[in-house]
């Protein structure tokens, strides 16, 4: 099976799937028996973007520059496209996400790759945020560098 085709109806709270097919014809067809219904197209059982190592969860941990943490969580619902190697920086600092064992394993994983982004001086670093891609681009080099 190469695609599926789901016929949905409604928007916002209102959004709900009618049908799911495998045939691109049948779900034409009912959409157009539902009047306002839609097609999407997608692909079954697609990759999810990253391997899921035994024994570990993903985690995010968000660190200052010190190296204290302020929140630790367990991520319960992994993006398709979750990223070990992502980050992104609330007020206080950094907050990184990984695959780590314990929470233990993930602070000591933050911490390192806070130590890395501090040796680069990216730590505190203006961001040009007409340039975002390239600055995204050099902390994610490091952090995987660094793993």
């Given at each position: 099976?190469?695609?599926?085709?789901?016929?949905?109806?409604?928007?916002?709270?209102?959004?709900?799937?009618?049908g799911v097919y495998t045939d691109l014809?049948?779900?034409?067809?009912?959409?157009?028996?539902?009047?306002?219904?839609?097609?999407?197209?997608?692909?079954?059982?697609?990759?999810?973007?990253?391997?899921?190592?035994?024994?570990?969860?993903?985690?995010?941990?968000?660190?200052?520059?010190?190296?204290?943490?302020?929140?630790?969580?367990?991520?319960?619902?992994?993006?398709?496209?979750?990223?070990?190697?992502?980050?992104?920086?609330?007020?206080?600092?950094?907050?990184?996400?990984?695959?780590?064992?314990?929470?233990?394993?993930?602070?000591?994983?933050?911490?390192?790759?806070?130590?890395q982004l501090l040796a680069h001086g990216?730590?505190?670093?203006?961001?040009?945020?007409?340039?975002?891609?390239?600055?995204?681009?050099?902390?994610?080099?490091?952090?995987?560098?660094?793993?």
């Amino acid at each position: 099976m190469d695609k599926i085709y789901v016929v949905t109806e409604g928007c916002y709270s209102d959004y709900h799937i009618v049908g799911v097919y495998t045939d691109l014809s049948m779900a034409n067809e009912a959409a157009r028996c539902y009047g306002e219904a839609s097609v999407e197209e997608y692909e079954p059982n697609p990759n999810l973007g990253h391997e899921h190592p035994s024994g570990m969860d993903f985690w995010c941990v968000s660190m200052d520059e010190k190296g204290d943490t302020f929140d630790i969580r367990k991520q319960e619902h992994i993006s398709l496209k979750a990223n070990p190697y992502s980050y992104s920086f609330p007020r206080r600092g950094w907050a990184f996400y990984m695959w780590a064992k314990d929470q233990t394993h993930a602070v000591k994983i933050a911490n390192e790759r806070r130590i890395q982004l501090l040796a680069h001086g990216i730590w505190d670093a203006e961001v040009d945020y007409s340039n975002w891609q390239d600055f995204a681009d050099r902390v994610k080099n490091i952090l995987e560098a660094s793993a």
